[in-house]
């Protein structure tokens, strides 16, 4: 067995890769706006919705009341929609009062110290299904409220207040989770998506923003570039000949209904890869940590990390399981892989569908063929007779707020039966069991070749960390019938499963013409000494490869921080030295949050500059008080220079802080074993396994420390009730046969070596 000692360096290497990547955001349905102000800031090239109304004005007759439109608006009395008639609401120990003075609208309810406290309210945030609230919180922040207004209709269970994190029990008032914390920051976590021309403008010395936009709202500008170049173009003659100066969005090609076709066939226009429609939808669609401000026009994997097929995320088949705005769902279907794009479907300006119900997708599959019983297999008066409750199926957010899921997947009821995953026939009948749903979907399509072999199996392997992942998943990084966020998220689960076989994908992986798989493969490259890694890394810094982009770069020189650039030739340590630089960069875009300065701590902490390190860190917490990565990884640097005090300290007030926080409890617990505090040490790594019932890794550990302390049997059975919750994981069988081996059970011996041979 492997040494407690030997765990905790391992654990730090493997977190910190992990603790790097930005947090990704998850309030993208609030609506954001600068606030000094009600009057719009003018930039050098935003020239404003009012401007592109004189020439476009059907366009913008389109936009007007549309969600985009709508995003956003100062508080009024034709914008408020919510109770403020001396309302009240209560959830837990928070309450509410909601009322007007003078025709200003206010909010009375605890702040961050559980005091309550008067708000003036400023914008509205949307306004169906739901409204959100915006407050003036001081030093340039807007909070959006927790609690919001059900907009939907009375007879549907609206026009109410209500508390969008009902399901999570009580908040803490100084909770990040708190309507007053970071993840309730309008400034930091929605102003990016829900206004134009928007400048963040955080001093992180001071910590107070000074942010400012062009347009309150999502208007012209936010997908069709800055208007300013496209004005010009248009009083100098508006020749087509010339760049009209805004961003391509057109579609990619030509749907045609062909007579001898069940599907539309699709003609690719001249220019379709200069489109850039997918990539300016998906720079606010998708769940993502944004590298760059200036994005505008830009691909989206040059400007954006796109969230990978991660469990809790997502299902292990794709399907969405928290909120993934659209894009990471989208790309994994066979729509957009022929060449759909979201103008297809949705009207660009209305966002309205291009047609009723049905119709939508009739636009390309062939009503007689596809419409009609035979197919769906339920009478056409029945919601089952819609295509998309069955290709399309709902998931409701924020409490009352139904999204669809755009990979458009067949119904799979076997492989719910196999891992426990939803399927669409299920949903809606609840009443029927799954073999039910099975039985049915066989009976209909008997010789349908849609039941064949899913990466659902292999994702799920990977993650409960079954010895057959790793040729599943090495099988399904090479396989090129599927889309890169597949073969992506294969990559990044094989880290787990450190072999030849697995570094040999990971390198032929780096060629890829695909940031996300690229990315995915570094995580195995990173593992390597940094010399190592140079060497396999290196092409990737020339820009002059084809496989090479910014956003690749910058993690590369992520990866390869240690290496010293006095060892390099002149063009290579240059070439390192701009990638440092422009991911430095990309990380102060974020300068408002944590994680950005915990980055470059972890990235200055691999250049040997502990001092700069170790201020990042501090900065980190500054901004964020609860922030445990930044605190395990300040006391792992101050164990480094010798700190040891300083650390145990950090870590203990972590957990006196977050008692709850299974990270804070793990940590504290592998660092009472480098102090031989045993006892200590088991107390937080047990309550850390608690916490973790899905996470094998910490019982994993727990049960190490168990057996260095001579308590093998207490040891085995936190496997065995381990491995209960994740079967098949290769590292609690492992274990439990090295350890029955010890306790001399060869009985128990043989059954777990039949188990881990599976």
């Known amino acids: 067995m492997l040494s407690l000692s030997f765990l905790f360096y391992t654990y730090l290497e493997s977190v910190m890769p992990l603790f790097s990547i930005a947090i990704l955001l998850f309030l993208s349905s609030f609506t954001p706006h600068a606030f000094a102000n009600n009057d719009p800031v003018p930039t050098e090239k935003f020239i404003g919705k009012a401007s592109c109304a004189n020439c476009h004005q059907q366009q913008f007759n389109d936009w007007q009341n549309s969600h985009h439109d709508l995003a956003m608006q100062p508080v009024n009395k034709d914008t408020v929609l919510g109770d403020f008639n001396q309302a009240k609401f209560s959830f837990h120990s928070t309450t509410a009062e909601f009322y007007r003075k003078n025709e200003q609208y206010f909010v009375k309810t605890q702040n961050e110290k559980g005091v309550l406290t008067e708000y003036k309210i400023l914008y509205t945030f949307g306004f169906t299904p739901l409204q959100q609230y915006l407050v003036d919180f001081g030093q340039g922040k807007l909070q959006a409220l927790s609690i919001a207004w059900d907009s939907r209709p009375k007879t549907e269970g609206g026009q109410r207040w209500y508390h969008l994190q009902a399901d999570q029990g009580e908040i803490p008032f100084d909770d990040m989770l708190h309507w007053t914390g970071s993840y309730f920051n309008w400034n930091s976590r929605c102003a990016e998506c829900h206004s134009t021309g928007f400048e963040k403008n955080f001093d992180d010395e001071k910590l107070i923003y000074n942010s400012t936009w062009t347009d309150i709202d999502v208007a012209c500008e936010s997908c069709h570039g800055a208007g300013k170049d496209h004005q010009t173009w248009a009083k100098n003659g508006a020749s087509i000949k010339q760049n009209n100066g805004l961003i391509n969005l057109a579609p990619k090609g030509l749907w045609q209904i062909i007579p001898d076709r069940n599907t539309a066939k699709f003609t690719p226009n001249k220019n379709h890869k200069k489109s850039l429609q997918l990539d300016t939808c998906a720079h606010c669609h998708s769940r993502r940590s944004t590298l760059t401000e200036n994005y505008l026009g830009k691909k989206f994997d040059e400007s ?3 969230q990978l097929l991660d469990e ?8 969405i399981q928290d909120e993934d705005y659209v894009y990471g769902s989208f790309i994994q279907s066979k729509m957009y892989h022929e060449g759909v794009v979201c103008s297809n479907c949705h009207e660009p300006h209305s966002l309205k569908l291009r047609a009723p119900d049905n119709a939508v997708c009739t636009q390309c599959h062939k009503r007689e063929v596809f419409d009609t019983p035979k197919h769906h297999q339920h009478d056409m008066t029945n919601t089952g007779a819609q295509c998309v409750n069955c290709h399309m199926p709902e998931t409701t957010y924020m409490g009352v707020d139904p999204r669809r899921d755009h990979s458009l997947r067949i119904p799979r009821p076997d492989l719910s039966k196999k891992l426990g995953l939803p399927n669409a026939c299920n949903t809606c009948h609840q009443e029927q069991s799954i073999d039910w749903a099975v039985k049915q979907v066989e009976s209909w399509y008997p010789t349908s070749q849609k039941r064949m072999t899913h ?23 090479h396989d090129t019938t599927q889309a890169s966020i597949v073969k992506a998220s294969a990559l990044s689960l094989l880290t787990q499963y450190p072999t030849q076989e697995t570094l040999n994908t990971a390198i032929a992986s780096l060629k890829n013409t695909d940031s996300k798989i690229q990315r995915s493969a570094l995580g195995m490259i990173e593992m390597l000494p940094a010399e190592q890694a140079y060497q396999h890394l290196a092409p990737l810094l020339d820009v002059s490869n084809s496989y090479s982009n910014k956003a690749i770069r910058m993690e590369v020189a992520r990866v390869l921080a240690a290496v010293p650039l006095n060892q390099l030739p002149k063009v290579q340590a240059q070439q390192l030295a701009n990638a440092q630089n422009d991911y430095i960069v990309s990380q102060l875009v974020n300068n408002d949050t944590a994680n950005s300065h915990q980055n ?21 917490l500054s901004i964020n008080t609860q922030f445990v990565p930044a ?12 700190k040891d005090g300083q650390a145990t300290a950090l870590l203990f007030n972590a957990v006196k802080v977050m008692p709850e926080n299974a990270m804070a409890q793990f940590a504290l617990g592998l660092q009472q074993v480098r102090q031989k505090n045993m006892i200590v040490a088991i107390k937080h790594l047990q309550i850390a396994a608690a916490l973790s019932p899905n996470l094998p890794y910490y019982h994993y550990v727990y049960a190490v420390a168990l057996d260095t302390n001579n308590e093998t049997e207490k040891a ?14 290769q590292q609690l069988i492992s274990s439990l046969i090295s350890y029955y081996q010890k306790l001399g059970n060869m009985k128990k011996v043989q059954f777990y070596m039949k188990q881990y041979q599976q």
């Open 304 to 306: 954006h990390h796109l």
């Open 312 to 319: 809790n995320i997502y299902h292990s088949d794709g399907q």
């Open 455 to 477: 990466f659902a199996k292999t994702l799920y392997a990977g993650r409960k960390q079954w010895a057959t992942g790793h040729d599943l998943l090495n099988k399904l990084a």
């Open 600 to 620: 470059l701590a972890l990235f200055y902490a691999k250049q040997g500059k502990i001092a700069k390190a170790e201020q990042l860190y501090k900065k980190a």
């Open 631 to 642: 605190m395990v990884n300040l006391a792992d640097l101050y164990r480094q220079i010798g």
């Open 716 to 729: 085995v059975v936190v496997l065995e009730n381990s491995l209960r919750v994740n079967p098949n994981n």
